[in-house]
């Protein structure tokens, strides 16, 4: 009687990235205490370690015939069950810095490269001095986008418990989002936001959505609730702790201080004087 592993090696390469990943992917948007053994706690990690010891000897033979092709399609796939395996099984000896990096695309849903300057970017944000008055209308949606994507970066993979200067990156993106939105206001181009309330992106969609109320008050108010209701994002579900996320937090503020008191972001509101 054959072993598993002689009977894996009669698969064609492609057959053998089709299971690994079928047998991954599935833990790619479950938050890590769904189903990593926790003593005491009931969760999916008996199902998990099947699905590890089916993979395992998948991740053997595909080491053993080293096909690049094979590498690049595990590599491309960007859910971050997959990843974690393939960094787990594949290529263990892999430098923590090598897959910290490589795993911020699954967990974004962004191409790597992307991933890794946007988060190096949100990482090395400042205070800063760019004079908003000289941007067009095109460059100021441009540039709320590339700072609401940095927010993104820093609510979901930053340490903003105790690491000051992430903290501080931090805050000066939503500063960075704030005079954006004024500097709109300003120019009564708050309306440039609204196709921006169907960006795939949960934070660019929140920040619009805080500038949109003051123009399409019913479409700003929808995307709110449903940035609540969506929850953390997919893709980085397998990192954040349960429940919801810094974005959906803030939608849920943005959405009951609209309600109860009629007031938005700090400066869009009337009698607002923000410092130029």
């Known amino acids: 009687m054959s072993s598993p592993s002689d009977d894996l090696k009669q698969w064609p390469t492609s057959l053998l990235v089709d299971r690994f990943i079928a047998l991954l992917s599935p833990f790619g948007s ?12 009931k969760n999916r990690a008996n199902e998990f370690k099947t699905a590890i010891e089916e993979a395992r000897p998948v991740a053997d033979e595909l080491n053993r015939r080293r096909d690049p092709d094979a590498g690049d399609r595990l590599m491309g796939n960007l859910n971050p069950g997959v990843r ?28 790597d490269e992307t ?9 090395t944000t400042g205070e800063e001095s760019v004079s908003l ?20 970066m820093a609510w979901n ?10 903290i501080d990156a931090s805050n000066s993106i939503i ?24 960006h795939t992106n949960q934070n660019v969609r929140l920040w619009a959505a805080d500038g949109a ?22 893709s980085a579900r397998m990192y954040l702790p349960p429940g919801p996320g810094l974005t959906n937090v803030f939608a849920k503020r943005a959405l009951d201080l609209w309600r109860k008191e009629r007031r938005g972001v700090h400066g869009l509101n009337p009698g607002h004087k923000v410092a130029p």
Do not use: W, Y
Request: glycine fraction near 8%.
């Open 30 to 41: 479950l938050p890590m205490s769904k189903f990593l053994p926790i003593p005491g706690l």
């Open 84 to 111: 974690m395996g393939v960094f787990a099984m594949l290529t263990p000896g892999a430098p923590k810095e090598i897959v910290a990096a490589g795993m911020l695309g699954p967990l974004s849903g962004l191409p």
């Open 115 to 123: 991933a890794c300057g946007l988060f190096e970017r949100a990482l």
């Open 133 to 152: 008055a000289e941007l067009s209308e095109d460059e100021l949606v441009d540039r709320l986008v590339e700072f609401c994507l940095r927010n993104f």
């Open 157 to 166: 993979f930053f340490n903003l418990h105790s690491d000051q200067e992430q």
């Open 175 to 198: 500063t960075e989002i704030m005079r954006v939105l004024v500097a709109l206001k300003q120019r009564g181009a708050l309306g440039r936001l609204v196709p921006l309330l169907k």
């Open 213 to 234: 109320l003051f123009v399409d008050e019913a479409a700003a108010l929808s995307t709110l609730n449903a940035i609540i209701d969506e929850g953390a994002p997919e």
